[in-house]
């Protein structure tokens, strides 16, 4: 990880917020923004565009908590989330809201570049694995309709597979699109002569 990271803090106390930031110029990160947790949280950090966003909470309530894994869930930035006390509920919910890293036990100066280190690389991680799943998820859904408009062919050509596959194949070449594409208009087509019908 480079040396540069704007680090967005929130902290309910702003005297908490100024010993944080102190520390972490101490440990060489001193692009830091203050996140006001009484205005509205996703539009400051969306504004300041920080790489991490750093949470500190000394005793937080359930509805806190809670408003905090909301603007979670809104952001796609790593968060690390450090709690003076904490349940077990409380720590699946953080994971549940894609906290990065929720830290039990305080902050001390010495663990917080290495947990910001830890969120980064576990948010890139995970965010990895979503965009495979996205991907995977999208080449199943265009293999059924590729697999659909094939049988369409086959039944209306009375011809085999690998030939249907050819035509359709064909028609995406000859038209520049994707064999997916070719293959929703023939099944759109035959939804709609079906409800013609």
Excluded: C, W
Excluded at 47 to 53: D, I, K, L, S
Excluded at 125 to 147: M, T
């Amino acid at each position: 990880m480079g040396a540069i990271m704007r680090i967005a803090i929130i902290d309910t106390s702003t005297t908490r917020a100024a010993i944080i930031s102190d520390g972490l110029r101490a440990a060489g990160l001193d692009d830091l923004i203050l996140i006001d947790p009484a205005g509205p949280l996703v539009a400051q950090i969306e504004a300041a565009t920080p790489e991490v966003v750093l949470i500190n909470l000394e005793n937080p309530s359930r509805d806190l908590l809670e408003d905090f894994f909301a603007m979670s869930r809104a952001l796609a930035r790593p968060i690390a989330m450090f709690v003076d006390q904490s349940d077990t509920e409380a720590t699946f919910a953080a994971i549940d809201a894609g906290v990065s890293a929720y830290v039990v036990d305080g902050l001390s100066q010495q663990r917080i570049k290495p947990v910001l280190d830890l969120a980064v690389r576990r948010f890139h991680a995970f965010s990895s694995l979503q965009r495979e799943l996205d991907d995977a998820k999208n080449a199943l859904a265009e293999r059924g309709v590729i697999d659909k408009a094939k049988a369409i062919l086959m039944k209306r050509r009375q011809i085999d597979e690998p030939e249907a596959y050819a035509l359709l194949r064909g028609q995406a070449m000859r038209t520049n699109r994707r064999i997916s594409e070719i293959a929703e208009a023939i099944v759109t087509s035959e939804a709609l002569m079906g409800d013609m019908e």
